[in-house]
């Protein structure tokens, strides 16, 4: 089965930066992309930032400059470097694994979250 693990997460101050990391094991396409969500509470879940299998990245207009997602070669880990922390960006971050198989069916897999929060 497909897992997805974070780490990175953490207690930091505004303007700090904090480097979260995911690493996926098991079977699944190369061809897939993996991105960063994140949830507040009572907030819904949304996207801060995808990367796909040939490098191409979206960003939400939100962290566009301050945060940068990236992936390893092997196209098992991802990261996502976030500077200029603010408090609004405490949220319990997640890492999403998207992709399909061969009759295009689509899967999305989750990390169980990495806590961020962010002190004034």
């Known amino acids: 089965q497909v897992q997805l693990v974070e780490s990175g997460g953490g207690l930091v101050q505004a303007g700090g930066s904090l480097r979260l990391s995911c690493a996926a094991s098991g079977s699944f396409s190369t061809i897939n992309t993996m991105g960063w969500y994140r949830q507040a509470p009572g907030k819904q879940r949304e996207l801060v930032a995808r990367i796909f299998s040939v490098g191409s990245t979206n960003t939400a207009n939100s962290v566009k400059g301050r945060f940068t997602i990236s992936r390893e070669n092997a196209k098992s880990t991802v990261f996502l470097q976030m500077n200029g922390l603010t408090t609004e960006n405490t949220s319990l971050y997640y890492c999403?694994?998207?992709?399909?198989?061969?009759?295009?069916?689509?899967?999305?897999?989750w990390g169980q979250g990495t806590q961020v929060t962010v002190s004034s």
């Open positions: 999403n694994l998207y992709c399909r198989d061969r009759s295009y069916s689509t899967y999305n897999y």
